[in-house]
């Protein structure tokens, strides 16, 4: 019984955080800028712990957050339609296979990297599945 009310709970907390509001549109644009600062950015020292594929995860996370966001915002704009979805989920793979090329181009610290634009898309994927399924369009 207190399983199936906290599980019940976690599913309204994630409900609630993902509402889209009148800030939708600033949340997603400052995320879409801590991307590309992040993603260009001088890595800095050896990393404290060691996760296996990290930096997969955070591309995943990355990605998922970015049509997540973005797709918050065209909710409440009303703009979600299913062309629109289509729109989204290319912008965002364009976006980070762009990326993925202009680091191997333009920075002499950073390389492009074929599983990072992958781990990008699925992370863009799963996160227009899951939020059409939250927000059920």
Known sequence: MLQKSIAYFQVKIIKRLSEPNKFS??????????????????????????LPYADKIVHFGFYFGFVFLWYRYLYYR??????????????????????????????????????DALSNTFGSVLGLITVSQLMKQ
Not at 87 to 100: H, M, R
Request: charged letters at 15%; one cysteine or more; hydrophobic letters at 55%.
């Open 25 to 50: 549109f600033w949340t997603a644009l400052c995320w879409t800028f801590l991307i590309f600062y992040l993603s260009f950015k001088v890595p800095s020292g050896v990393p404290k712990f060691e």
């Open 78 to 115: 009303k703009m979600i339609k299913s062309n629109f979805k289509m729109w989204l989920l290319l912008l965002s793979v364009s976006l980070g296979i762009f990326i993925e090329i202009a680091q191997g181009m333009f920075t002499l610290n950073r390389q492009a990297d074929f599983f």
